[in-house]
T-cell receptor, first 115, second 114 residues
Framework: GAGVSQTPSNKVTEKGKYVELRCDPI?????LYWYRQSLGQGPEFLIY????????DSGLPNDRFFAVRPEGSVSTLKIQRTERGDSAVYLC?????????????FGPGTRLTVL | GENVEQHPSTLSVQEGDSAVIKCTYS??????FPWYKQELGKGPQLIID?????GEKKDQRIAVTLNKTAKHFSLHITETQPEDSAVYFC?????????????FGKGTKLSVIP
């Protein structure tokens, strides 16, 4: 595709529910990054992938958060037992390779609201 | 871990004037410093970056300076235009020397008044 796409654009859920957020990177990009952006803050790193493997997941806040990229393209961020504090915009970015870190292209984000 | 401080949080300038945004970082191993522009409802867009082996970089109306000794870097926008109005973020990374994660500042909301 022309850019990074993320679905859904908005997600409203209730406390305790499970959600999945999807990221479609730019075609051919092997590196994929997830960030979380709370209101009025800068993006906060969560995890990045090189291919199918999570190369660095040190930013995941706890074990309720998990991300996969089974075929090295689309990635899904999964949040279990959502809490109100999980409300934020979840951003995905991709680059041709990790070594091309200066070419991170961001998607528009998924706005998650936990009621 | 890395900590990035950004100032000011809001900045209003008259069209045609210059705008300067400053950031400091804590990790001396950081070697890559990008600046992103984020418009409402969109993801951040890279506008300029600098690596630790360079002191200054310029691209048309935008320039970035880096002082490694003081651990601070700045974004300079000259001849500002209304379309420059957005939130700007600085970031730092130890790319290639540790992790490729970006640590962002809290952002500066720039308003250019016509």
């Amino acid at each position: 595709g022309a850019g990074v796409s993320q679905t859904p654009s908005n997600k409203v859920t209730e406390k305790g529910k499970y959600v999945e957020l999807r990221c479609d990177p730019i075609s051919g990009h092997t590196a994929l990054y997830w960030y979380r952006q709370s209101l009025g803050q800068g993006p906060e790193f969560l995890i990045y992938f090189q291919g199918t493997g999570a190369a660095d997941d040190s930013g995941l806040p706890n074990d309720r958060f998990f991300a996969v990229r089974p075929e090295g393209s689309v990635s899904t961020l999964k949040i279990q037992r959502t809490e109100r504090g999980d409300s934020a915009v979840y951003l995905c970015a991709s680059s041709p390779r990790l070594a091309d870190y200066n070419e991170q292209f961001f998607g528009p984000g998924t706005r998650l609201t936990v009621l | 871990g890395e900590n990035v401080e950004q100032h000011p949080s809001t900045l209003s300038v008259q069209e045609g004037d210059s705008a300067v945004i400053k950031c400091t970082y804590s990790d001396s191993a950081s070697n890559y410093f990008p600046w992103y522009k984020q418009e409402l409802g969109k993801g951040p867009q890279l506008i300029i970056d600098i690596r630790s082996n360079v002191g200054e970089k310029k691209d048309q109306r935008i320039a970035v300076t880096l002082n490694k000794t003081a651990k601070h870097f700045s974004l300079h926008i000259t001849e500002t235009q209304p379309e420059d109005s957005a939130v700007y973020f600085c970031a730092a990374s130890t790319a290639g020397a540790g992790s490729y994660q970006l640590t962002f500042g809290k952002g500066t909301k720039l308003s250019v008044i016509p």
